[in-house]
């Protein structure tokens, strides 16, 4: 989620820049005061796109730690799924891992790893099925808080702050070059 969120902060940054460069570059009666224009806004629009990107990573950080929700839907399905699973005895459980190589490593609960097939049984098929499930609802509930609130974080620290702020800077920093 991290990298695609930091992409969308880059493309508004980039399309931020690319509609000021069309403002000015129309204007050719004035080419001083636009390549200053020109300065002031990319410098201040890239100080706001750092900060837009340390607060969609640190908003993406804070939610990829929190394994422990209290989310109301996450909580009603653990309730609806562990409910009816009587305790299960692990065993030699299979994990299964992928490596960078794309290589399928069976690893067992104990650490060990193996190629043998190993018989689950019914309980531990059951137990399976409800975590991985728990787990894409889980991932799934991540994945909306994240999708709602880069926008917003975009918005708000980067476009909305630039269109309140750009000219107040501007006349600020031009009449101190005045």
Do not use: W
Not at 54 to 62: A, K, P, R, T
Not at 111 to 128: A, F
Request: charged share 20%.
């Amino acid at each position: 989620m991290k990298p695609v969120a930091l992409h969308c902060t880059k493309l508004v940054h980039q399309t931020i820049m690319e509609m000021i460069r069309n403002c000015l570059d129309t204007s050719h009666r004035f080419p001083a005061i636009n390549a200053e224009i020109m300065k002031i806004t990319i410098s201040m629009l890239d100080r706001m796109a750092k900060l837009t990107k340390l607060l969609v990573e640190s908003y993406i950080d804070v939610q990829a730690a929190s394994a422990f929700t209290s989310n109301h839907n996450y909580i009603g399905e653990i309730k609806n799924s562990m409910s009816t699973l009587n305790p299960v005895e692990l065993g030699r459980l299979p994990v299964h891992m992928y490596t960078d190589s794309n290589e399928d490593i069976e690893m067992l609960v104990d650490g060990t790893k193996s190629k043998i097939n190993v018989d689950i049984s019914k309980p531990q098929t059951d137990l399976l099925t409800k975590v991985r499930g728990l787990l894409k609802v889980y991932f799934d509930i991540v994945r909306d808080q994240v999708a709602d609130h880069v926008p917003k974080t975009l918005l708000h620290s980067l476009v909305y702050a630039a269109s309140s702020t750009i000219y107040a800077e501007l006349v600020r920093l031009l009449n101190l070059q005045a």
